[in-house]
């Protein structure tokens, strides 16, 4: 199986198509990791508000806990405090909260920036490369197997005609010379079917 043509404007344009198709997914790649990085600034503030929150939680907690030692009110001062550090542990779990919302974001942003670009270059452009990798493996079979010249030949006198100006017969008698069997125009017209292959003899 040969992944490139062997004439030079062939496998330069295949070369080329290769490449770009390679740089537009990985454009697309960096694009998309760039993107994701700019959302994921996003969650700061949820980071902020729960380091805010968790300090808070953690300090009117230490306060409630001192608080209960005072004799007499320690637990009617120990109460509120108690319900503040709880409100300090809500504000924790609101940035907890938007940090899972933001990363999820970015996520699927980032993921449907990849996937989209990428599909839509994969679908212009790998059909194409393995059609011509099926289709010059399956001419080189020809050429190759007993016969197959004359079909190639055959081929060649069937497809277009700007082709067979260089085959040194005149085209009216070229499809006289094939029925024939003329070895020498057999050989030239099946050579012409490799090189719209990319194909060398």
Known sequence: MRLYAQTPARRSRQVCADLIAVALIAAAVKFALAVHDA????????????????????????AAEAASKVPFIGGTLKKPLQ???????????????????????????????????????????????????RRSATTRHLFDDIGGADLLALRTLTG?????????????????????????VISDLSSVALKRAGLRP
């Open 83 to 133: 319900s503040a550090a709880g409100a300090g542990t809500g504000l924790s779990d609101a940035g907890r909260s938007l940090q899972h919302v933001v990363g999820q974001v970015a996520a699927l942003t980032a993921l449907a920036l990849i996937v989209l670009p990428v599909a839509f270059v994969l679908v212009l452009w790998l059909p194409a490369r393995l059609r011509w990798i």
């Open 39 to 62: 959302i994921m600034r996003l969650a700061e503030p949820g980071r902020q508000a729960q380091s805010a929150g968790d300090d808070l939680a953690s300090g009117l907690d230490d």
């Open 160 to 184: 277009p005609q700007r082709d067979l100006v260089t085959v040194p017969v005149p085209v009216g008698g070229l499809a006289d010379a094939w029925r024939r069997g003329d070895q020498q």
